[in-house]
């Protein structure tokens, strides 16, 4: 049998294993339970915990939620954006944990595969040109049909005789993500002043349009990846070991990776459509998740979902409320936060690089 692969390899124990692993699924579910209400509260107008309960509670029951004001400022403003910025966190964790998987390294992130390139020139194309945007695409349109095309074109390029292989992925996604990072540089010296800092604030990340309708397309894709990689969780575990390791235990590592690459650039490309880009989640997130719990996918992957929702609700709660009146883009403060922690994890970890 191989030997583990050295991306793979634990250089000590996990901090939680064992009958922990539930007290640990408990302590996180309470934890963004606590960051969505203080985060729903906090801001511009402060309203007090217990307020903002009563307010969820009472729509969650089909009724008004007292005063209208505060019913508008939790309901109508602030449960959107933050439920959004769960959801974003969530979904863009498991992609990280995906990608990292699927091509053995733990360095991967959706970034580096193309799609939110893709997503963010399909946006940009809106914003600055009104092409897609006059068939009705809108700007989410555009970048959910460019982190499509870009996730396409990637699949083509790194195919091999019929199978994917986790380098060959990486190379070609790396490549589509250059291409498009510079089509969309060239939109952007072409855009008009007044288009450049929508441009910017998009690229960075940004939840300041959230909306209920906007939660949905990344719900779904959230909901669809639960449902699917639990079932492939074995799977994953076999293919971190190596593909002939994984033949032999009967996995099919291309068609796992195929699946891998697919709902990983579904998560990505909704995310992206609904949020910006929104860098590093998917990068620390899944390197956190595995120091907590080990590399065994059956558990990196809940606490992945629920480490990124925690991890963006607060990250978009401090970009909000740092500099007010004004807004600082996410990107920015997952970037500030994400380098030195992941510093941290690689020299805890020793990760190498496959």
């Known amino acids: 049998m191989p030997s583990i692969p050295a991306t793979d390899r634990r250089t000590g124990p996990h901090a ?22 203080l985060a729903i509260g906090f801001g511009t107008v402060s309203i007090a915990p217990a307020d903002t309960v009563r307010v969820l509670w009472a729509h969650l029951g089909g009724r008004a939620g007292g005063d209208p004001l505060t019913d508008q400022i939790v309901w109508q403003f602030r449960a959107p954006r933050v439920l959004l910025a769960a959801v974003a966190g969530a979904g863009l964790g498991l992609a990280g944990l995906c990608l990292q998987n699927l091509v053995r390294n733990p360095l991967a992130d959706p970034y580096l595969f193309g799609v939110t390139s893709g997503a963010s020139l399909g946006a940009v194309i809106a914003m ?18 460019g982190a499509l095309l870009s996730l396409t074109l990637v699949f083509v390029l790194a195919q091999r005789s019929g199978r994917l292989i986790g380098s060959d992925l990486l190379l070609a996604a790396v490549a589509v ?4 990072t510079a089509i969309t540089s060239y939109l952007q010296l072409r855009a008009k002043p007044a288009e450049l800092r929508g441009v910017m604030f998009w690229l ?19 909901v669809a990846g639960l449902a699917v990689l639990p079932t492939l969780a074995r799977g994953m575990n076999a293919l971190a070991l190596g593909d002939d390791t994984a033949a032999g235990l009967g996995v099919n590592p291309n068609l796992l990776r195929l699946w ?22 998917g990068l620390i997130v899944p390197n956190a998740a595995r120091l907590l719990v080990g590399p065994d996918h059956r558990r990196a992957l809940p606490v992945s979902l629920l480490l990124g929702a925690i991890f963006l609700v607060l990250v978009d709660l401090a970009a909000r409320t740092v500099d007010r009146p004004n807004e600082i883009p996410i990107g920015i403060i997952t970037a500030v936060l994400g380098a030195p922690a992941f510093l941290i994890l690689l020299r805890r970890r020793k990760i190498g690089v496959a």
């Open 16 to 37: 939680v294993s064992g009958k922990a692993f539930g007290p640990l699924l408990g302590a996180l579910c309470a934890g963004l339970a606590v960051a969505v209400v």
């Open 177 to 180: 993500s250059y291409l498009g």
């Open 260 to 281: 891998l690459l697919l709902i990983s650039s579904l998560l990505t490309a909704t995310v992206v459509a609904a949020a910006g880009g929104i860098g590093f989640v």
């Open 128 to 145: 600055t040109t009104g092409a897609l945007a006059a068939t009705g695409f809108g700007v989410t349109g555009s970048a959910f049909t």
């Open 204 to 222: 960075l990340g940004s939840l300041t349009g959230a909306s209920w309708s906007s939660l949905l397309a990344p719900t779904l894709a959230v």
